[in-house]
Each structure stands twice: as C-alpha cells, then as structure tokens.
C-alpha cells in the first residue's frame, strides 16, 4: 500500500474529480452530440400563441416584433404582446406595428401587482389571455433567428410532450466579453439540454421556451414563486418538467437571438439575477449542478497542486486527456448550436468558468432584488 503523503493524497483526489467530470462529460454532454430529433411521416402545424412581454421596451418592439410577424406559418396563430406599465412610447409603437402589419393582439397592463416583483405577473396575464393551448415564449429584446423558429419550436408536440426547450442564443460582437457572454450562454444550455435528453430536465430560458397553457393552469401558474423577481421560465421548469413531457429543439432555425450586455457592469447585474433562483431548484438538481460544479472549479487547482507535489508528468497527462475529450465533445455541440467560433476559446473560457463561479457563488446566498427590468 503507497504512504499516504500529501502529494499521493492529492492525486487520487484529482483521479476522483477527473472521474467524476468525464461522468458529466460521456453521460450527460454527450448526448446532445449525438441527439437526432424524431423524424416526423408528416408536417404537423398545431395553433399557437406567441408571448412577449415588456416594459419600456419601445425601441426593441419596433425591432423585433416584425420577425416574430414574418414567420412562415399556416395554422392559426396569435402575437399576444403584453405591455406592462411602460412609461415610455411601447404603446403608441405596438399600436403603429399593428395598424401597419396587423396580427398583434395588445394588452397594455396600467396597474402593477402589490408583492408580485418581476415579470411573472404580466407573464400570467398574457397566458391567460392566449387564444391557444401551446405557448411559446421570448422575450421583447429577442428575435427568431430565421422564419422558421415557430414551425421548428412546436414541432415536437406529440403525445405526453407538455414543454419544448429551446437555445437562446446572443448576437455576435467583437470583444471578449461577448465571447464571455455566449460561452457562457452556451454552457447553460449545454447543460440544461443534455440533463433534459437524460430525462433530467429542470429549467428553460424565457427568451425560448414552450409549453401548454393547461400545464400553467393546472400547476397554478407561478404562485409558489410570487415573492420572487425571477424563476418565471426556471422555476417554472424545475416545478413542472419530467422526463416524458420535455422534449429539446436545437435546429439553429429554431434559435432566437438577442443583443448581448456591451458592460461588465450590466453583464454582472443581469447573471445576479439570473444566478440566484438556481437556490430553490429541486434537491435532486441543486446536487447535480453543485457537483460537475464543484469538481470543475477544484480540477485546476488539484492539477497545479499535482504537479507540485506529486509528479508534474500525471498532471500534465491527465490535463491533456480531459481536456482533449472536452473539446471534441464542446465543439461538436457548439457546431450543432451554431457557435463555431467559440470553439477555440474552450480551454481559455473553462478556465475563466473556475473565477465565474468565485464571483457569482455568493448570489446563492444573497437576497434579491425586487426588479425584471
């Protein structure tokens, strides 16, 4: 039996973090590289009701509103657009957008919930006012990549499926905080839809996300989350997803794309406040994220440790041998999630990832802001 020095010691805690991020990498990420959508014998087109909710969000209607428009679609459909107390010119612009294009059904709300922080209340009442029973979800700062995003994103919609997750992807920019940005943006969905293939869905993004309005109904919508400013698409999910009734879309047709922070600053406020529902996710989800979290942040510190005290050749093989199966499976999905530029940044940004989650790891434990905006 080798003496457990320090150096031994630290090896064999590498060996088991390596371990256990090669799990994450062949059982959960794996699958979106290999995942085919069903083949369908015919097009299926079922009625849907579009939802963007906003407030102050005039120049970003003007923009983007026209793509959800233009969509190519036959069956019925409906653009439900809720304006929620906006104080700026959202109501006179959604009001020329529809006089000039038509199709829009308006709700301008003109008094806020008491205790209801975020966007979940106007959410709610754009559900309840949708003519159909799909749902589909974005945001007032998003437009469909192509116009075929409505006809790609309901497709799915077959026996028990109740929710269909979609990418939401950001506009490119030079610099390297886009690139952090979409990195990031990419290793959300990298997991949360690989979890969901492995039949472990527990969130979406409300910038592309479907689901049944009778789902929403019948679970009493958002209120075990009401006191809350976020968790309108996470929370939701986490409550309501299962293995059966989740199915995933990642055509880049069906991608919806946004206008990514130009600050740090910004940058910083926004993840705050997405990264601080992640707390009230189900037991079960909170082990899973925390773990590949977990032994992603000490891996680079063990491998340093390794190389210092116990044999600089281990480290070096055992960095090189995750990392090569790493970006072979990292640049696959990002082909598949149309991000290949990012693809040589992947060494470079899992390394950021260990000062990502030095930073935001205190939202876990922070209070919330009472803000969507």
Known sequence: MPDLTPGYIIFIALLLFTAVLLFYYLYFFARLVFFKPRSQSSIQQHPVSIIVCG?????????NIPGLIFQEYAASRQILVVNDNSTDDSKYV???????Y???SLLNLQQNAQHIPGKKYPLSMGIRQAGHEILLLTDADCVPATEHWLQKMQ???????EIVLG??????????????????TFHSALQYLSYALAGVPYMGVGRN???????????????DVNHLPGGDDDLFINKVATAKNTAVVIDPAAHTLSSPK?????????????FSTSKYYKPKHKFLLGLYSLSHFLFYFLIIACCIWYDWRAGLGILLGKSL?????????????NEPDLRKWVLIMDLWMVCYYLFFAPMLIRKEKKSWS
């Open 55 to 63: 407030k102050n969000e005039a120049r970003n209607f003007a923009k």
């Open 94 to 100: 959604l009001q020329e957008l529809n006089g000039k």
């Open 102 to 104: 038509g199709g829009l």
């Open 155 to 161: 497709e799915p919609y077959e026996q028990q499926i």
């Open 167 to 184: 990418y939401g992807a950001y506009h490119k920019y030079p610099g390297f905080l886009n690139k952090v940005i979409r990195y990031e």
């Open 209 to 223: 996300l479907s689901y049944k309005k009778s789902l929403f109904l019948n679970n009493k919508g958002f209120s």
């Open 262 to 274: 130009r600050t740090w600053k910004e940058w910083k406020n926004q993840k705050t406040r997405h």
């Open 325 to 337: 199966l790493q970006q072979l499976l990292f640049a696959n999905v990002m082909k598949k999630l």
